[in-house]
């Protein structure tokens, strides 16, 4: 009961649901998947938006998910990369509708989450020689955020935390991502980006009736 109390007086104050009052973006960038781990454990995340590499598109594994894992996403697309083709994407937050949507390379996938959330953790890996995934040119709500992830070469990894933003009153971030390599196309998830929505506040539990309750209370 204390802790229930002590997540409705932070709502009280503002610190983890939506305000009216414009909020300024603030980044940095994390070491290492243990950090982002640490930070955002699997019981805090709403959901995880992923591009990666796959099978060329074949159907039989996935380029495209969405849903509050990556193992098994609730809903996923095939999409066939290039090398050094950039491509424009949008991760969106209806709140009206509760509903995350991912469009990228002509495909739109849509996920109602059951957490609430407050940061974005963009996340770029490469695990091959002469590899790369870029995330530039991001813009949430129409601002900059003026910074990038950038993953480069063997077991290249940037992790980049996106928080002030009031993501609840629903939001929408847009940027480019670009994977590079030399050669045949790499399989098998050598290549990838994610955007982890979630909140690091420890408070934040797998108690979703509670965080149901105060959801359906509040926002």
Sequence with gaps: MTRIFRILGLAMLGLILPTSVAATIVTSHLGSDEELQDMLPEESVAFIAE????????????ELGLGQNTTA???TAQYAWETSATEEFTLSYDKVLNEARLVLGGNTLSYSPDLLFVEIFLRAAAVGENTSVSISGLYLG???????????????LDILRISGA????????TGEVTMTWSGSPPTGDQLSFQARVGSPDPLVATDTKTWGWIKSRYR
Excluded: H, M, Q
């Design 73 to 75: 996403p609730d809903v």
């Design 166 to 173: 009031a993501l609840l009153d629903g939001f929408t971030l």
């Design 51 to 62: 591009g990666r590499i796959g099978d060329g598109g074949s159907g039989e594994v996935y």
């Design 142 to 156: 129409g601002e900059s955020v003026a910074d990038s992830c950038v993953a480069t070469g063997a077991d290249g």
